[in-house]
């Protein structure tokens, strides 16, 4: 069965930094691309990041470009959010997803892990 | 960026129902267009991919239509469990706001 799971979530001041890890089973992790994908509290869905397999390719959505980092290691099977600068409005659930092979779909996705940014 | 539009924002609908979700895109995207379903507290669950593909194990009463800037996702006798909130996505960049489907 494949799965995937965040971890690393949590509270940090306005300011602060934090790093999120995404992991998989069921799957070989280093085969797709992966991205991020967050949801503040009663809010939509916001896209944040994309990775390709052998990290060539990253795409961020413009509210965390210049902020954010997406990397993989994919010896370890991982793909890590670094998350610096962080603001009130990043408060979320951050949610890893794998991307499949058809058209830019993402197939699996992780319980989301809640990243809380205070003032 | 390209922006995607869904309408309506909330769907007031009873079981049985023929409901359709429209999404717009700011520029063409050819098919590369994907719909999610959310429940409350769980992570979206893919329905649709590239405008018409249903995904393995989707209920055939899904379905998805469209190409270049407009798309429909369309259900054809609605269920207890369709019941939630429905989101679009472009090139697995962008996604739509969210269409709340509530019961009538």
């Known amino acids: 069965e494949v799965q995937v799971v965040e971890s690393g979530g949590g509270l940090v001041q306005s300011g602060g930094s934090l790093r999120l890890s995404c992991g998989g089973s069921?799957?070989?992790?280093?085969?797709?691309?992966m991205s991020w994908v967050r949801q503040a509290p009663g809010k939509g869905l916001e896209w944040v990041a994309k990775i390709s397999q052998d990290e060539s390719g990253k795409d961020y959505g413009d509210s965390v470009k210049g902020r954010f980092t997406i990397a993989r290691d994919n010896a370890k099977n991982l793909v890590y959010l670094q998350m610096n600068s962080l603001r009130v409005e990043d408060t979320a659930i951050y949610y890893c997803?794998?991307?499949?092979?058809?058209?830019?779909?993402?197939?699996?996705w992780g319980q989301g892990t809640l990243v809380s940014v205070s003032s | 960026d390209i922006q995607m539009t869904q309408s309506p924002s909330t769907l007031s609908a009873s079981v049985g129902d023929r409901v359709s979700i429209t999404c717009r895109a700011s520029?063409?995207?050819?098919?590369?267009l994907t719909w999610y379903q959310q429940k409350p507290g769980k992570a979206p669950k893919l329905l649709i991919y590239k405008a018409s593909t249903l995904e393995s194990g989707v209920p055939s009463r899904f379905s998805g239509s469209g190409s270049g800037t407009e798309f429909t996702l369309t259900i054809s006798s609605l269920q207890p469990d369709d019941f939630a909130t429905y989101y679009c996505q472009q090139s697995g960049r962008t996604f739509g706001q969210g269409t709340k489907v509530e019961i009538k």
């Open positions: 997803a794998r991307i499949g092979y058809k058209g830019w779909e993402f197939d699996s």
């Open positions: 520029q063409s995207i050819n098919s590369l």
């Open positions: 069921g799957f070989t992790l280093s085969s797709y691309w």
